[in-house]
């Protein structure tokens, strides 16, 4: 069992940065695929990024050079810096803990999000 709590989230101006963070509780934390998601209202949750226990990462194409996604084993925590925000990166961002992939159907466990609010 895996419990995820985000923080980090706020309201920011288009071209500002954020930081989010997500505490993992188990033991098992390292053994799991990271990832952020997010849903705007009225959309669908969408990938942002993962990243596996030896590092490696993936992004969604809209992400790149703007997210960086990191992961502290030692802390069970995974981040995701988030610079040259847009009024379109406006969404609930999620951490979640899975196997693999870029589907939400590949994670077990959520955390209850935070609000990223990013103004025009």
């Known amino acids: 069992q895996v419990q995820l709590v985000e923080s980090g989230g706020g309201l920011v101006q288009a071209g500002g940065s954020l930081r989010l963070s997500c505490a993992a509780s188990?033991?098992?934390?390292?053994?799991?695929?990271m990832g952020w998601f997010r849903q705007a209202p009225g959309k669908e949750r969408e990938f942002v990024a993962a990243?596996?226990?030896?590092?490696?990462?993936s992004y969604a194409e809209a992400m790149k050079g703007r997210f960086t996604i990191s992961r502290d084993n030692a802390k069970n925590t995974v981040y995701l810096q988030m610079n040259s925000l847009k009024p379109e990166d406006t969404a609930v961002y999620y951490c979640a803990a899975g196997t693999y992939g870029s589907t939400p159907e590949n994670y077990d466990y959520w955390g209850q999000g935070t609000q990223v609010t990013v103004s025009s």
């Open positions: 188990g033991r098992t934390f390292r053994t799991y695929v």
């Open positions: 990243i596996g226990w030896i590092g490696e990462i």
